[in-house]
């Protein structure tokens, strides 16, 4: 289930409210305190009225304004993400598993919307990779929150006989949330096409 679904019911009363008082306003601009002593004309423009003002209002809340914490958790239940984060990758081959090491990552994640979250991952060992991830905000069936997607990998080979040689892996990953409106810590595990396969630990900066 989607963790976005929870506040349907009251989103769509706020719309409502939002465009019959836009709807209203207008009456009021044409100074009619009552609906009744307008003509066929003002109500349609104070129709077209509350269908701009509510078209904003979704696009402004959507894009911007449900990243403020005034709005959580009663009226948002989307943690907010963003920002930097770090943490290590215990990363082994799944055939052999004898290359078993962990490596240091650095994780920014932006949130152009409520629905959307995009991962983008720099490791430290050297290996100038760079990760770029599509990913979602899921509720398990134990009510814990999972971040979870695919990502891209873009590597750039460092031996010196393959040195410069671009490659591009592909996998997932599926992090759970320590808190489910303020996070901290996210962990789990990721698997990918380079026959790897290993556990992620991130920690929000600053924190």
């Given at each position: 289930m989607s963790a976005q679904s929870d506040k349907t019911r009251?989103?769509?009363?706020?719309?409502?409210?939002?465009?019959?008082?836009?709807?209203?306003?207008?009456?009021?601009?044409?100074?009619?305190?009552?609906?009744?002593?307008a003509t066929i004309?003002?109500?349609?423009?104070?129709?077209?009225?509350?269908?701009?003002?509510?078209?904003?209002?979704?696009?402004?809340?959507?894009?911007?304004?449900?990243?403020?914490?005034?709005l959580h958790p009663w009226f948002v239940d989307t943690p907010v993400l963003e920002g930097s984060w770090t943490g290590t990758v215990l990363r082994k081959y799944r055939e052999h598993h004898v290359d078993e090491r962990t490596v240091p990552i650095r994780v920014r994640?932006?949130?152009p919307t409520i629905?959307?979250?995009?991962?983008?991952?720099?490791?430290?060992?050297?290996?100038?990779e760079g990760h770029t991830e599509a990913c979602g905000l899921f509720r398990g069936t134990d009510g814990k929150l999972y971040l979870e997607g695919i990502y891209q990998v873009t590597k750039y080979e460092v031996h010196q006989e393959t040195s410069g040689k671009r490659l591009i892996y592909y996998g997932a990953m599926r992090l759970q949330l320590d808190d489910?409106?303020?996070?901290?810590?996210?962990?789990?595990?990721?698997?990918?096409?380079?026959?790897?396969?290993?556990?992620?630990?991130?920690?929000?900066?600053?924190?």
């Open positions: 009251i989103h769509v009363t706020a719309l409502i409210v939002i465009a019959v008082l836009a709807w209203y306003a207008m009456l009021l601009f044409h100074g009619h305190l009552s609906p009744f002593d004309a003002e109500h349609f423009g104070g129709i077209t009225t509350s269908i701009t003002v509510g078209t904003l209002a979704v696009v402004m809340f959507r894009t911007v304004l449900w990243k403020y914490s005034l994640i932006e949130q629905t959307a979250i995009l991962f983008i991952q720099t490791m430290s060992d050297g290996s100038a489910n409106s303020n996070p901290k810590e996210m962990s789990g595990s990721y698997w990918s096409d380079e026959f790897t396969k290993g556990r992620v630990v991130l920690q929000r900066e600053g924190d």
